[in-house]
């Protein structure tokens, strides 16, 4: 277990507002991730961090965006969103010292 | 830019028996890192096995062993003595060792249905 906890885990909005998912960490690392799970693509990175204030794109980052201002918090934001953003939407974390990542329980997403 | 590729979308097997998940992979790079994940029906990724490229020995935790094959691009994942908690989405992945990114490729997932 390495403390990670996402929030909400269940959320239903309209399209057109605004949403932000929180992901917090409890052990200090340094890298942290977004991904989006939709059936048939498995995977997808939307945003990475790789220390506070430092971010970068993943493969699928239009109409995401991220904030990273402390160690322990990675927010990923949808500025309006649609119904294609509507998925299970997974944060994860590479230990400090480790080769693989471990990743939060996920939240799902309904934007109707 | 690396890929990775798993054909299978759903895989059967009885319990008891060995079943064989499929993965292929392309890069250009020699060092790197892969893995399989498990996700059961409680959308939990599960770290199953790490393979490094640069260990000629294949990996292996408990009843989960691997068939890495550098040359061919492949990594292969082999359960044997299926149980049913051993119903999953299995998802293999690719990190690169030496781009300094710490970007993980995923495939699309098999799902494996295990038979009583």
């Known amino acids: 277990d390495a403390g990670i906890t996402q929030s909400p885990r269940h959320k239903v909005t309209e399209t057109g507002t605004p949403v932000t998912l929180r992901c917090h960490q409890t052990?200090?690392?340094?890298?942290m991730y977004w991904y989006r799970q939709d059936p048939g693509h498995g995977l997808r990175l939307i945003h990475y961090s790789y220390g506070v204030k430092d971010t970068d794109k993943g493969e699928v980052s239009d109409g995401y965006s991220v904030s990273r201002s402390k160690t322990e918090d990675f927010l990923l934001t949808l500025e309006s969103a649609t119904s294609s953003q509507t998925s299970v939407y997974f944060c994860?974390?590479?230990?400090?010292?480790?080769?693989?990542?471990?990743f939060g329980p996920g939240t799902r997403l309904t934007v109707t | 830019a690396q890929t990775v590729t798993q054909s299978q979308p759903e895989m059967s097997v009885q319990e008891a028996e060995t079943v064989t998940l499929s993965c292929t992979y392309d890069t250009s790079e020699s060092d790197y890192y892969l893995f399989w994940y498990k996700q059961p029906p409680s959308r939990q990724m599960i770290l199953v096995i790490r393979q490094e490229a640069y260990k000629q020995q294949n990996a292996t935790e408990n009843r989960f062993s691997v068939n890495f094959q550098k040359a061919a691009k492949s990594f292969s994942l082999k359960i044997s003595d299926s149980q049913l908690g051993d119903a999953a989405m299995y998802f293999c992945?690719?990190?690169?060792?030496?781009?300094?990114?710490?970007?993980?490729?995923f495939g699309t997932g098999t799902r494996l249905k295990v038979l009583a």
């Open positions: 052990e200090n690392h340094r890298y």
């Open positions: 994860a974390i590479k230990e400090n010292s480790d080769y693989e990542q471990y």
């Open positions: 992945a690719y990190r690169s060792r030496t781009s300094g990114t710490y970007k993980y490729i």
